[in-house]
């Protein structure tokens, strides 16, 4: 199983930017997928996941600004980020939590990081 990121980038503070991310592979059922990002000198933390039935849960500082969602047969989740702030900046990290038919349970997977700034 391969996680897929994309749409980082450079961005005014107030501005919007949407992630991407593809599961590709063996793939038997998506528990739930999701984002989390590192910030230089920070531990890599929660920003939101969601289930594949689509229960959500956000990071607190995120909350009202940011929304998930996730397309099912495309296997694919989606991070719209509006109201950006300067504190918003770090590297977005795609999480999977996904069976992929082999052994008993499903594993965690993550894909390579994409990056977000925002500055003016």
């Known amino acids: 199983v391969q996680l897929q990121a994309s749409g980082g980038g450079l961005v005014q503070p107030g501005g919007s930017l949407r992630l991407s991310c593809a599961a590709s592979g063996t793939i038997f059922t998506i528990n739930a997928m999701g984002w989390y990002r590192q910030a230089p000198g920070k531990q890599r933390g929660l920003v939101a996941t969601i289930t594949s039935g689509g229960s959500t849960n956000y990071a607190d500082s995120v909350k009202g600004r940011f929304t998930i969602s996730i397309d099912n047969p495309k296997n694919t989740v989606y991070l719209q980020m509006n109201s950006l702030k300067p504190d918003d900046t770090a590297v977005y990290y795609c999480?999977?939590?996904?069976?992929?038919?082999?052994?008993?349970?499903?594993?965690?997977?993550w894909g390579k990081g994409t990056q977000v700034t925002v500055s003016s």
């Open positions: 999480h999977g939590d996904i069976f992929s038919g082999y052994g008993h349970h499903a594993m965690d997977y």
